[in-house]
């Protein structure tokens, strides 16, 4: 379908700023609002998708759906179901392309009548804040899944996201974070996940044969237990706190077990080695499968019984246990970062809405006694256990959740009195 682009959509180099009009016909709802996303790239990341789906739900409401950044493969899919796209370099903090970049959002106000701009990156959020600085628009932004080292100069260029009407952190973790450096008053806050693919991560998706297929490419034999640890191989990733689980299993009388670490392990060879070595020191090492990066972790998530997220410090995100259980999948993670939101377990929640485990970083016994528990699960259990978990992955996981919240900020900030 070809999309229509008002002229004032093209870039404005010239010529006085608009001023700034009262807007005494701002929509109160989303129903007939224009609402501006500011993008790095429609690329197809995480950001790109995110900034697709929302489009999609805002044109469902009624709403005028612009999203400004550079090119990349989604262009085409915004198109297709009638967003707009607007190029524009918008992750810079060159000071004359920032100048340059708030004229042209100026322009846009003023002939587009953009209603709310959500800026997904701090370099969008600067223009975008400065363009709306005299104006009846709102502004919208969302910050990283971690917060950046606290040094001036990253909470320098980090600070206007802390600057929006509304402010989105991917965690309560993030969020407590974002309060204490910045000072944000709570009620600004609003705390919204990253989405995983839940679609495509369905374990309806994948068949047995597929299945026998991966554990025949790790070498485990039909009758073998999976405990799939997942993340990339790396000292703050906890892998060798698994090793050391490992042996305490087996120990234990787990034998009948396959521990299979899926992840890029080609950065820290020197670690992938040290965790070769201390299972074979724990004379565990027929059982350990280190087998680097997997193109197809719908399949290997599909075969684990159980997967593991050992880490010890704060992962980027919470992906490997959001993606685990939209497969139906039982987690056992750590109480580090926001991986404990994203897993349900007591005694945060009541053992009839168990998802998963959380345990100490670090403790090799607890996570030991945690992967038991979930190998001990009879089938019924395990599979009211998996259904759970996928349930409420596509509740709080799923894009187009995701983007109903987003919208649901979107709505609160049409019906205040600017």
């Not at 709802?29 to 805002?58: H, K, R």
């Not at 206007?160 to 973790?173: F, K, T």
């Not at 070595?277 to 004379?283: F, K, M, S």
């Not at 050992?310 to 959001?322: F, H, I, K, M, Q």
Request: proline share 7%; aromatic share 4%.
């Amino acid at each position: 379908m070809a999309i229509q682009f008002s002229p004032q959509l093209a870039p404005q180099r010239k010529g006085p700023q608009p001023v700034p009009q009262p807007r005494q016909d701002r929509p109160r709802s989303l129903a007939g609002a224009t609402i501006l996303q500011m993008v790095p790239s429609l690329g197809d990341d995480a950001v790109g998708q995110a900034a697709v789906e929302i489009a999609l739900t805002l044109l469902k409401a009624g709403a005028r759906a612009i999203v400004a950044g550079g090119d990349g493969p989604l262009v085409g899919e915004l198109r297709a179901f009638g967003g707009e796209w607007l190029p524009m370099t918008t992750d810079t903090i060159n000071p004359l392309r920032v100048t340059s970049n708030t004229r042209h959002l100026q322009h846009l106000i003023a002939g587009e009548r953009i209603d709310i701009m959500h800026a997904h990156c701090a370099a969008a959020a600067r223009s975008a804040l400065a363009a709306t600085a005299r104006q009846p628009v709102y502004t919208v932004t969302s910050f990283p899944d971690r917060l950046p080292a606290n040094s001036s100069l990253q909470t320098f260029l980090q600070r206007p996201l802390a600057l929006g009407d509304r402010v989105i952190a991917p965690s309560s973790y993030v969020s407590r974070a974002m309060i204490e450096r910045y000072r944000i008053p709570a009620d600004r806050i609003t705390v919204i996940p990253r989405a995983v693919d839940t679609e495509a991560l369905s374990p309806t998706l994948v068949n047995s044969d597929r299945i026998a297929a991966m554990r025949r490419t790790w070498g485990l034999l039909p009758h073998m237990r999976v405990v799939l640890v997942s993340g990339r191989v790396a000292p703050w990733n906890g892998q060798m706190v698994m090793i050391d689980a490992a042996r305490l299993m087996v120990a234990n009388g787990s034998r009948n077990v396959g521990f299979v670490f899926v992840g890029d392990d080609r950065s820290n060879p020197a670690y992938r080695h040290a965790l070769a070595t201390r299972a074979r020191e724990h004379g565990i090492d027929t059982l350990v499968r280190i087998v680097g990066h997997c193109m197809d972790m719908r399949t290997a998530l599909a075969a684990a019984d159980v997967v593991v997220v050992p880490s010890l410090e704060a992962p980027l995100t919470g992906r490997a246990a959001a993606e685990a259980q939209a497969m139906g999948r039982p987690v056992v993670t750590t109480t580090v970062g926001a991986l404990p939101e994203n897993v349900l377990a007591p005694p945060r929640m009541r053992e009839d809405l168990r998802t998963g485990w959380i345990v100490r970083p670090g403790n090799a016994n607890e996570l030991a006694r945690a992967t038991i528990a979930a190998l001990a699960l009879d089938a019924t259990t395990a599979e009211a256990l998996g259904a759970r978990a996928r349930q409420f992955a596509e509740f709080m996981f799923s894009p187009s959740s995701v983007a109903e919240a987003i919208r649901g900020v979107y709505t609160s900030l049409l019906a205040r009195d600017r």
